[in-house]
């Protein structure tokens, strides 16, 4: 009987799914808000009458919090001190908060003509929103990161890791393939309403997994599962990071891949129609499939890792895949839908490769206690670089050089016929940039590689014990 009690709950593989799968749920909620706006550009341009800059801007707050704040490292030291019951509810009430903030400041026309901070006052306060729910999700990910190490370690870790992303990556295909017809059939702010929702849904969701963690607690006395207090996190073990080569190749690589793939879903759906001449009702499909392959692949790339290893690999040629496909929508000419179709479809396996080897790959260079801390330095480089700079800079760019032309229109709004712009761009300039960050994530993917041969973290085997 005692050693029954003493038998921890992540030995159950039922266990260890249920919580994985409760977790990823939350996540999924998550994603669907964070991508709900990119098929919404075109009508939110002509219905809040948007420019692209403005767009970007609104876009890129994701990170202010985040970066300028550091409430990401705060998070991290808060998951680490605190324990994934603490943080992943205060990423949930983040998330709640945020998205209703976004949703009213979108769908008010008590803005209408005035001023904050001397912007928009209707963008501001939908940034500040948006910036306060991009608080809660990155703490959420690195939460359900650490806990799929928690309940993983020594299992299916990559895998798990892979099917926790997967299950993500579903809020995003559902973000592209259906707000843009919500949205149409409604309003431009009820498929953001939609998303506060399920972000309520998922808050009870992540409640049922604290009880969860609270019995694998209790039946792990010992501290089997890395929250022994003896192993908890010191503020010194900041530096211990980031004085870590492998750390900062994985950090560097985490933000050029992701910012290869991010910031370009938030203006796929307008490239779809400006360059490939797909209908505004339709423009978040093809962009759609990019998640869709990736809840496929990842699970996979991920077994293939704990199963037979090469991780620093699978790293170099995802990231290897993921410049092909921006040069192929760089070049002027192939502007045919099936093409677009193709290079998506390309897109999604290197959006597989990449994260179902990365993230399981940290545990390797870092400690369990400082993993939280880890993960979210990695997260704040990705705020920095792929959240909130890329996307400002894509829409500075298509503001400033990419404008090829404007029409005037009248269309039905919310029941009242208005006079609309519609502007035309010329994408070859941002899918350039675009190019450049996957040609910078290979250079870094070898580096990690060379140096793992010379360090000997083990990235090229396997992670499941035998």
Not at 37 to 52: C, D, V
Not at 169 to 181: E, K, M, Q, Y
Not at 371 to 400: C, E, H
Not at 435 to 462: H, N, Q, S
Request: charged share 15%.
């Amino acid at each position: 009987m005692v050693e029954a009690i003493k038998k921890s709950l992540r030995e159950s593989a039922a266990a260890r799914w249920t919580a994985m799968a409760v977790v990823s749920f939350t996540m999924l909620c998550g994603y669907y808000v964070a991508d709900v706006a990119a098929p919404l550009k075109p009508l939110i341009e002509q219905q809040l009458h948007w420019t692209s800059a403005q767009y970007g801007f609104f876009t890129s707050s994701y990170g202010w919090f985040n970066v300028f704040l550091g409430m990401l490292v705060i998070g991290g030291i808060i998951l680490d001190k605190k324990g994934p019951r603490f943080a992943g509810m205060l990423a949930s009430i983040l998330m709640v908060l945020g998205c209703g903030l976004k949703w009213w400041a979108m769908s008010t026309h008590s803005l209408d003509g005035q001023t904050l901070f001397g912007a928009n006052a209707q963008v501001m306060l939908a940034s500040i929103g948006f910036a306060t729910f991009g608080m809660g999700i990155e703490l959420c990910g690195i939460t359900a990161t650490k806990i799929i190490v928690k309940w993983f370690k020594g299992y299916e870790i990559a895998l798990a890791m892979g099917l926790q992303v997967a299950i993500a990556r579903i809020g995003t295909s559902l973000a592209l393939g259906v707000s843009a017809p919500i949205a149409n059939a409604f309003k431009v702010s009820t498929p953001i309403l939609v998303g506060a929702l399920l972000l309520g849904v998922g808050l009870v969701a992540y409640i049922f997994y604290m009880a969860m963690d609270k019995k694998l607690d209790a039946s792990d006395p010992e501290g089997i599962t890395g929250d022994n207090p003896e192993d908890e996190f010191r503020f010194a073990d900041i530096f211990s990071i980031l004085g870590n080569k492998g750390f900062w190749y994985i950090a560097i690589l985490c933000a050029l891949f992701y910012s290869g793939v991010f910031p370009f879903l938030k203006y796929a759906p307008d490239l779809m129609v400006q360059k490939f001449g797909v209908s505004e009702k339709l423009s978040g499909i093809i962009p759609s499939l990019l998640p869709i392959g990736a809840m496929l692949l990842t699970p996979t790339f991920g077994r293939i890792y704990d199963k037979k290893g090469k991780g620093a690999s699978i790293m170099v040629l995802g990231s290897i895949l993921i410049m092909t496909v921006h040069i192929i929508f760089t070049v002027p000419f192939l502007n045919n839908w099936l093409i677009a179709v193709f290079a998506m479809l390309l897109l999604g396996v290197g959006f597989s490769l990449v994260p179902s080897a990365m993230w399981p790959s940290v545990p390797k260079l870092i400690p369990e206690r400082q993993l939280g801390t880890a993960y979210s330095l990695i997260f704040f480089l990705q705020n920095l670089v792929a959240l909130m700079f890329a996307p400002w800079l894509i829409g500075l760019l298509l503001d400033k050089y990419c404008v090829t032309g404007k029409d005037m229109l009248q269309k039905m709004v919310d029941g009242k016929m208005q006079d609309i712009t519609i502007v035309h761009y010329n994408y070859m300039l941002p899918m350039a940039v675009f190019t450049c960050f996957g040609l910078l994530a290979i250079v870094f993917a070898l580096l990690l590689k060379t140096e793992d041969k010379a360090k000997g973290y083990g990235l090229e085997l396997p992670n499941q014990k035998a």
